[in-house]
């Protein structure tokens, strides 16, 4: 965009042209070949790290996201603690799976809608906007899907409109489904959706949620190889968010590794739970 640059330091006049809100729309008229889904791929399959198995639970004051640490290539663990839950603004997170490099790029763009309609507006985009910006980014994402890079996210978010936690999935085509309770993306997704059915109740607290999302991708990691489980020798543990109306925060550490090492002590008595 440096080449558009105009006279004496002023502004491109796409920069000050009356458009919407939306930055990747912004981008897409003005250097559309730096959108991820732009980009032109070598022929052929492209064998990729992926990110798996994501969960989320509806608590009493919010919503969890969690997320294991393991990335694959085929039958090759690519990354050992790869992160895949991200914060997407304040009261909302998103959590990634499918290919990695895509999908980490996708939640940087995402990040950068919500902030540039928040400065274009004056005021934050509600739950159920952002999660129709998020159903376009991945609509326009289907070409690569195509060609195996399929990204296909996991959206929660405190809605401070119905003063609830909220959660959405989607597929590849950018479908945008509600959630209720809980839900879990990838390839360990079924497990973990099964331990969460059996266990979960509504008006759960935060610190239930969070052990309800370590029990579920522990369940997960048992039974599906792409989902890491705990790793207890190098202290590689889940990355664990919560959103309330207070804001998202991430879980330190130390308290993630006192819920895991729970659930872990639980399972020498019970392995099944």
Do not use: C
């Amino acid at each position: 965009m440096a080449r558009d640059a105009g006279l004496h330091g002023r502004l491109p006049a796409h920069f000050t042209a009356p458009g919407s809100a939306s930055f990747t729309e912004f981008l897409g008229r003005v250097a559309p070949e730096l959108l991820p889904m732009n980009r032109a791929l070598p022929p052929g399959v492209l064998d990729v790290p992926h990110g798996t198995t994501i969960v989320a639970v509806v608590h009493a004051s919010g919503v969890i996201m969690a997320g294991d640490r393991r990335a694959t290539t085929g039958n090759v663990i690519a990354q050992r603690d790869i992160e895949k839950v991200f914060p997407a603004d304040d009261y909302s997170v998103v959590g990634i799976a499918g290919a990695a490099g895509i999908a980490v790029e996708m939640v940087r763009l995402f990040q950068m809608e919500l902030e540039h309609y928040e400065k274009m507006e004056g005021h934050v985009l509600s739950l159920d906007g952002k999660a129709n910006r998020l159903s376009a980014m991945i609509r326009g994402n289907l070409a690569m899907a195509m060609q195996g890079l399929a990204v296909v996210p996991l959206f929660a978010g405190f809605d401070l409109d119905g003063s609830v936690g909220r959660i959405f999935s989607y597929d590849v085509t950018g479908g945008r489904y509600e959630e209720h309770s809980f839900h879990a993306v990838g390839s360990g997704s079924s497990f973990a959706r099964s331990a969460m059915k059996k266990r979960y109740r509504d008006g759960v607290s935060e610190a239930e949620g969070v052990k309800l999302a370590v029990d579920a991708l522990y369940d997960a990691a048992d039974d599906d190889s792409a989902t890491g489980g705990p790793d207890l020798t190098r202290r590689i543990w889940p990355v664990v968010m919560s959103v309330t109306d207070v804001g998202g925060r991430r879980l330190p550490d130390d308290e993630v590794a006192g819920v895991v090492e729970t659930v872990v002590a639980e399972r020498m008595v019970h392995p099944g739970g």
